[in-house]
């Protein structure tokens, strides 16, 4: 007696018009830097005790927010599924999932 077992291992779909897993994520390129404004070269010189407008601080002055869109963030979901049955005598059966 030969007995022949096949395992098959599921694979997930690729399709290039699927964006589940492919999030759009903006920065924004002229923003500035965390603790700037406390450094001693950007406080104003007429009142040391405040910094710089935040027009001055920027890495491209004159421009507001420059943002810029790409879609390389991923997700990632996994999951585990489990099923339980137990079949008793006289018909009585007990499923959890």
Not at 21 to 42: C, E, K, M, Y
Request: aromatic content about 8%; proline content about 10%.
């Amino acid at each position: 007696m030969l007995l022949v077992l096949t395992l098959r291992v599921p694979r997930p779909e690729k399709r290039p018009d699927n964006l589940g897993r492919h999030l759009r994520q903006s920065v924004n390129l002229n923003r500035i830097a965390l603790g700037a404004d406390f450094l001693p070269a950007n406080q104003d010189p007429s009142n040391p005790s405040k910094p710089l407008p935040a027009d001055f601080l920027l890495p491209y002055p004159g421009f507001g927010n420059i943002n810029q869109v790409t879609y390389d963030a991923t997700s990632n979901y996994n999951s585990l599924q489990v099923q339980a049955n137990r079949r008793f005598t006289k018909g009585l059966e007990i499923s959890g999932v």
